[in-house]
């Protein structure tokens, strides 16, 4: 057997069993225990500890994944910030748009139902002109508080530019979509701002457009667009 007999076997089992090691196995093992390898001209090179290098492997994974998570954070803040009206903390026309992007996309996959909503204020001018502007970014303000508040927390207001909004409504009818334009244009005229000892207030002027499969981003908002002034004119023959 290659020079290995059954006796040396015998031999090494015995060692085991009684807690020694043979002198060739025990010599082959003592660089190591001794922190130490023979290097190629017999001199001894200190080997470094094998669980240390992996606990400096696992803090330095820590520390990289902690710094990714406070990046990942970063530029959630930045997107968001990027798609978010300052003034009035709801979404602001690029955020809007990609909601209504991801609305189109929605509806023509599915064949859902939903509205949009364009709104145009009345009277907004004259409070910029005779209060100031800080007035009139308090009236923007409240309005829009106004318009979250009255409807449902997967409808989608923002602000479109100057004093316009837009609505997303999802799964009604034209007709309920009709009464709810009517309750948000109620609830714009109700609201009031203090300033300087003034109520400020102004009406809204909201047209829609349901939403079809096949419509893309510019078809819907013009549509919605041309109803608004629509119903801009009827109220001022209204009055």
Known sequence: MCGVTKSSFAKADAGLRAGSLP????????????GHVRGAE???????????????????IERLQ?????????????????DTDPLTGIF????????????????????????LLYADLDGFKPINDEHGHAAGDAMLAAVAAALMRNVRASDTVGRLGGDEFGVILWNLSEENAVKKARALEAAVAATSVEWNGVALSVGASIGLAIIDPSDDLATVLAAAD??????????RIDR
């Open 23 to 34: 002198a060739a196995v025990s010599h082959a093992r003592a660089p190591l225990d001794e």
């Open 42 to 60: 017999g001199t001894r090179a200190p080997v470094r500890s094998i669980p240390a290098e992996l606990a400096m492997l696992l803090g330095e």
């Open 66 to 82: 902690a710094a990714l998570r406070l990046e990942q954070a970063r530029v959630r803040d930045l997107e968001a910030s990027a």
């Open 92 to 115: 602001n026309r690029r955020g809007f748009e990609r909601e209504l992007k991801r609305t189109l996309s929605y509806i023509e996959r599915y064949w859902t139902r939903a509205a």
């Open 226 to 235: 041309r109803a608004m002034y629509a119903r801009k004119a009827r109220r």
